[in-house]
């Protein structure tokens, strides 16, 4: 391999572009701690080691993949595909062209959730590790996602033992191994801010205090105790596409704005709900649907559910109709996602059917990570029987589903096993056949 340039040099090592022999240009991350002890070397080594490990063994659009590792020569290294620019200089450029702009939010948010997922905490999510390779945003530097006891002494003056100053959540810097997942919402909540404020002044390990309409979202993320933070990465997702599509949307008419505000206001009102879904219903307009079926947040959809079931059933039967027919943006498709999981959670068999459905073709057809995994979900071992009948009754009739159903074995490597053994069965009968 030829090296063409050092790209950066960090505290544990340095990253280069270099070119393969077929001419192809490549990062490559090699081992090389500055300044640590002597002692400590063995246990840094075994660090870098790991995070190539990991790093190699998740398989997500959104995560750097590792090429090829070497993880026994001297220095241990491994290959990346080349990330033509960083969040941080994207967020440089945006600032000076005046514009904040949105696009790598859903490509990061998919990644951090694939890591919690897993049990994992990032715990240095920044501008500076997320990068753009072909026209997809990863996020990178997984250096620090094993913490062990001994780091806590070691790393202190390299990479810092928590994280990244003016990124890193306070509960880092005091018990780093038992780092809960909200610390990467803080993370992700600096970012933010970093990316919608030029001057982003920030104290580290405190709340973002800050004016105007993200001011209340950024606040969540960072609140200083973690319980009080966005749970989960769905739920600041939902947030995010709440605030832009509230910023975006211009109500079509007079009645129809008043119908929305009126149920946003209430909605805890049967009677709220029923004038919407009716008025949603009637609609023929699909841009007009659309506009209404994005307020429907999958908060307001669990709580009709604990208000009344056929108003509910009536919700869902939108909800889905429209989460298998529309041509969201890709990103949007996450959110839809999500919704349709929350939504068959609290929904009884006959609705989980219906919510299955649409969660298959909304995945397949728009051809996305999260949703075929929450699909697969919603099929896996801990399904009712019932329901899983039911689809597979579904199935004989629509030989679409099978497809699908091996679509997302394909597309997120989603093992045979995961799914409910009669699904297993099913599938591995017509291969046989
Ligand atoms: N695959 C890549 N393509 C392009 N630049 C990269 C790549 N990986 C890392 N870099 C650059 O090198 C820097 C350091 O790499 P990183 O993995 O974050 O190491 P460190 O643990 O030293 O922070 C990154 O911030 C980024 O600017
Ligand atoms: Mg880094």
């Not at 309409?213 to 009080?228: I, M, S």
């Not at 297993?424 to 009968?429: A, K, T, V």
Request: with cysteine.
């Amino acid at each position: 391999m030829n090296v063409i340039r050092t790209i950066d040099r960090g505290g544990f090592g340095y990253v280069e572009e270099v070119e393969t022999d077929t001419g192809e240009r490549i990062a490559r991350k090699s081992f090389d701690p500055i300044g640590a002890a002597p002692s400590d070397l063995p246990n840094l080594r075994r660090r870098f080691e790991r995070e190539v490990r990991i790093q190699s063994a998740l398989t997500h659009p959104n995560i750097m993949p590792v090429l090829e590792h070497e993880l026994s020569s001297d220095p241990p290294r491994f290959t990346m595909p080349l990330g033509s620019e960083s969040l941080e200089t994207k967020i440089k450029n945006d600032h000076a062209a005046g514009i904040f702009e949105p696009s790598p939010w859903p490509d990061v948010l998919a990644a951090v959730e694939e890591l919690h997922r897993l049990g994992y905490v990032h715990r240095d999510l920044k501008p500076a590790n997320v990068l753009l390779v072909g026209g997809t945003w990863m996020i990178s530097d997984f250096g620090l996602i094993l913490p062990t006891m001994r780091d806590t002494t070691i790393l202190t003056g390299t990479k810092s033992a928590y994280g990244s100053f003016g990124y890193a959540a306070p509960e880092q810097a005091q018990d780093f191994r038992n780092t809960p997942e909200q610390a990467d919402v803080f993370a992700l909540g600096c970012i933010l801010h970093d990316a919608l404020d030029p001057t982003p002044n920030r104290i580290p390990f405190t709340q973002i205090r800050t004016t105007g309409e993200y001011a209340p979202l950024l606040e969540k993320c960072t609140e200083v105790d973690y319980r009080r933070r966005f749970p989960s990465v769905a739920a600041l997702r939902a947030a995010l596409f709440d605030l832009w599509a509230a910023s975006s949307a211009p109500t079509s008419s007079v009645l129809a704005g008043d119908i929305l505000s009126n149920l946003l206001a209430d909605s805890g009102s049967k009677d709220a709900w029923r004038k919407f879904l009716t008025h949603v219903e009637q609609q023929s307009d699909t841009s007009d649907r659309d506009q209404f079926l994005r307020s429907v947040n999958s908060e307001l959809l669990v709580k009709l559910q604990t208000i009344d079931d056929v108003l509910f059933s009536r919700a869902i039967q939108l909800v889905c109709e429209w989460a298998s027919s529309s041509g969201f943006e890709w990103s949007y498709c996450d959110v839809v996602g999500d919704r349709l999981l929350e939504a068959y959670r609290v929904a009884n068999v006959r609705l989980r059917a219906v919510i299955v459905l649409a969660a298959l073709e909304l995945s397949v057809s728009h051809n996305r990570w999260h949703v075929m995994q929450q699909a697969g979900v919603m099929l896996g071992g801990t399904a009712e029987n019932g329901l899983v009948e039911r689809i597979l009754i579904e199935a004989g009739i629509d030989n679409s589903i099978e497809k699908k159903l091996r679509r997302i074995e394909e597309g997120v490597r989603w093992p045979r096993s995961n799914w409910h053994e009669k699904l297993r069965d099913y599938l591995s009968n017509k291969d046989n056949a």
